[in-house]
């Protein structure tokens, strides 16, 4: 079993910056392809940006391509999402994703991870 606790959702203006994290608990976390989803109101989930057990390869939505940038830091168990140049269209809940079975980053996109954290809320005003 995997826990995961994001923190650092909250309240900004559009062209503001926020940096979410995610630090696991339980079985060894640097094997596990990490990711963050997002779902608005009304609107499905929507993969936003994974990373491989390593940290090398990332791979990130159109949406937020250029904007958004996730890292890991294996050392601490964690995974962050950097967030700038946010637009009211960003204003979600944001969710950490873990899998122990994905090749890659990419595949995360399409998939159902194992594990989920329970949610940050951002919301982003005009």
């Known amino acids: 079993q995997v826990q995961l606790v994001e923190s650092g959702g909250g309240l900004v203006q559009a062209g503001g910056s926020l940096r979410l994290s995610c630090t696991a608990s339980g079985r060894p976390f640097s094997t596990y392809v990490m990711g963050w989803f997002r779902q608005a109101p009304g609107k499905e989930r929507e993969f936003v940006a994974g990373?491989?057990?390593?940290?090398?390869?990332?791979y990130h939505a159109d949406s937020v391509k250029g904007r958004f940038t996730i890292s890991r830091d294996n050392a601490k168990n964690t995974v962050y999402l950097e967030m700038n140049s946010l637009k009211p269209e960003d204003t979600a809940v944001y969710y950490c994703a873990a899998d122990a079975f994905l090749g890659t980053p990419q595949a995360m996109r399409r998939s159902n991870p194992a594990y989920w954290g329970q949610g940050t809320q951002v919301t982003v005003s005009s």
């Open positions: 990373i491989s057990w390593s940290g090398t390869n990332t």
